[in-house]
């Protein structure tokens, strides 16, 4: 074991021990994040089924910029707590030179109002490590990015997307998604052990 992958292993039992109920009270709140109920619970856009990989593992798939959205009502206390988005993701196209089209990656809003339809945005989640920028075709990298719950949010909208660049179009190739998750915790650092934790 590198010194490295020791000192992140002993940071993450440390918050994972010492902090206790926050992390071990931390549930998924997306329902079916694994696929494993078909496509159920999770809104389509375009070109997004649920398939079955080479492994026999059902994962959540995008083509052609094609999409995957599921609204999860905050609870009452979340407000200043953090949002933590994460999950795997695979690409079937590497391009040259690093552009983003065709690779996936996850993206959500901040909604104000209990209704997510027709209700007023008040931040959008992207950024961070969200893509899922892998070096080989079909390697699984994780995707993770962490949020503060700012006043008045209500509603979250977690996206499985495609990501794509001006001037390079689409081509049919496939990024897929397996165990995503959305999850509060109360600090950013008991989100960020949980995400070196994840697998």
């Not at 206790?20 to 159920?40: E, K, V």
Request: glycine share 12%.
């Amino acid at each position: 074991m590198t010194n490295r992958l020791l000192k992140v292993t002993i940071v993450s039992l440390f918050f994972l021990l010492s902090s206790g109920p926050t992390i071990a009270q931390s549930r998924n709140l997306l329902q079916n994040p694994d696929a494993d109920l078909d496509s159920q619970f999770w809104r389509t856009k375009g070109q997004a089924t649920v398939e079955t990989t080479a492994g026999n593992n059902l994962c959540f798939t995008v083509r052609n910029g094609g999409s995957f959205y599921q609204d999860v009502t905050l609870p009452d206390d979340a407000v200043g707590q953090f949002a933590l988005f994460i999950g795997r993701g695979s690409s079937e196209r590497i391009n040259p030179g690093g552009a983003i089209t065709g690779l996936p990656y996850l993206y959500g809003y901040m909604i104000a109002e209990g209704q997510p339809k027709g209700g007023r945005v008040i931040d959008y989640l992207r950024g961070q490590t969200m893509l899922g920028s892998g070096k080989q075709k079909d390697e699984s990298v994780d995707m993770w990015g962490i949020f503060l719950v700012p006043e008045g949010a209500k509603t979250i909208r977690f996206f499985l997307k495609q990501a794509s660049r001006r001037g390079l179009p689409h081509n049919g190739s496939a990024a897929r998604f397996d165990n995503v998750g959305l999850y509060l915790f109360s600090t950013k650092e008991h989100a960020q052990a949980f995400a070196n934790s994840y697998h």
